[in-house]
């Protein structure tokens, strides 16, 4: 990226509104419609700085790189995986905070279409300190604003990889599932989705838009007047207090029945059908007894269960269910009738779970770190 600079007064082009733009403008002489042509402009996915928005005149362009910021994110280090079908990013931020973003590429097969996604940080690091997670091992360092949101995915709109092509192709997901919970920081959360929304910008559509929750009930309620067209996945991984209690933390203060409740809750009042996520691990929460919970807790609303075997984190005591045992859980799910899938693990080979990379890139400069394969766009 071109036009970066550390965190400041200076406005990010993905978070300042149309009207102090065109303050801005008009305080330099410039017509108001003008802040048309620079959202426009700035939201091409050609365009890497101000200095690519060639439409403009000159005097105007320097002017805005001296005065507003291009990306709230001073430096990226990407890696690939999957044969390029994966690629994660570490960036660094204007005050030191590193966070992470992935772009999964699904191929089309036969006359389906490819599909992207792009998975965001919402918070650098993460106060629900679930004991799987790196993310949550490595505690929590600040929120995240609505424009540090957004440049994650503008990031990979911009070259080389522009990877949402035409934003209006919709063949694309943007999910809250990198570092932080979301919901732990809604407003701005909330925020990001409405410039990504904004169909003077990005212009993605809630209904491709997931946001992943440990189970924060509040924020889940006001997504339900809020973001009424926003997919809602709860990361659940056990079906009792006592178990959820000691693998995502934040139990002990909204339980499972208050989670499922809520959940229940945004399908009734939405009529969208809630994902359960559930993390996999060996020994822990694959049990039958488990599975039996999951049945009770699914029945009777519009879900759908996500299996995950875990990805191990560096010096886990844990490991991710095997496949057998996994086919068992679901056979007990599936006769009680749940719609269960067991997802991909995506990026396995660049520790694309949740905060890994961060991990093991902290401490480093983002330009020295050597770690293979650097990616080239497709
Ligand atoms: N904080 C939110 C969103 C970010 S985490 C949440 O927890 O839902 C996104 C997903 O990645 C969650 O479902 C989380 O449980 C899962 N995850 C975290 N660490 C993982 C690991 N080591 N292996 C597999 N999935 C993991
Ligand atoms: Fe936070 Fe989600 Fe990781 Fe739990 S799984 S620590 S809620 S990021």
């Not at 490595?138 to 934003?167: K, Y």
């Not at 409405?194 to 509040?218: C, E, F, K, M, Q």
């Not at 934040?250 to 989670?259: D, L, M, Q």
């Not at 009777?300 to 995950?308: A, E, K, Q, V």
Request: glycine fraction near 10%; charge should be neutral; proline fraction near 6%.
């Amino acid at each position: 990226m071109t036009d970066t600079a550390p965190a400041g007064p200076r406005p990010a082009i993905s978070e300042i509104d149309r009207p102090a733009l065109a303050a801005w403008l008009t305080a330099r002489g410039e017509p108001a419609y003008r802040a048309d042509q620079v959202l426009a402009g700035a939201h091409r996915p050609d365009a890497s700085g101000f200095a690519d928005l060639t439409d403009l005149p000159a005097t105007l362009r320097n002017a805005m790189a001296g005065e507003l910021r291009f990306s709230t994110i001073v430096d990226s280090h990407v890696i690939g995986a999957d044969g390029g079908l994966t690629a994660k990013a570490v960036h660094e931020l204007g005050d030191g905070q590193r966070i992470e973003s992935v772009l999964m590429r699904y191929p089309g097969r036969g006359r389906s279409a490819d599909r992207t996604t792009i998975c965001i940080s919402s918070q650098a690091g993460c106060a629900v300190n679930c004991p799987f997670c790196a993310t949550g091992q490595a505690g929590f360092g600040r929120q995240l604003t609505a424009g540090e949101i957004v440049d994650q995915v503008l990031h990979w709109h911009r070259p080389p990889w522009n990877a949402l092509g035409e934003a209006q192709s919709g063949h694309y997901n943007v999910v809250f599932m990198g570092m932080g919970e979301p919901l732990n920081n809604a407003d701005r959360v909330f925020e990001a989705v409405r410039l990504l929304n904004d169909p003077a910008r990005l212009g993605i559509g809630a209904r491709h838009i997931t946001v992943s929750t440990s189970g924060v009930v509040p924020g889940m309620d006001r997504m339900i007047e809020e973001l009424p067209q926003v997919n809602l996945a709860i990361s659940l991984h056990a079906a009792t207090d006592s178990l959820r209690d000691d693998l995502v933390p934040i139990n002990r203060k909204w339980p499972v029945r208050e989670v499922v409740a809520a959940g229940r809750r945004f399908a009734a009042r939405t009529g969208r059908r809630v994902s359960l996520e559930y993390v996999m691990i060996d020994g822990v929460n694959d049990t039958d007894e488990q599975a039996t919970g999951l049945v009770t807790l699914a029945h009777g609303w519009r879900t759908h269960l996500n299996l995950i075997p875990l990805n191990p984190t560096p010096g886990s005591r844990w490991s991710g269910t095997p496949r057998a045992a996994i086919d068992r859980f679901v056979r007990i799910l599936r006769d009680g009738g749940v719609t269960v899938t067991v997802r991909d693990t995506r990026g396995r080979e660049i520790d694309a779970a949740c905060g890994q990379l961060h991990a093991q890139l902290a401490g480093r400069s983002l330009r020295e770190v050597a770690i293979p394969p650097a990616v080239t766009p497709a």
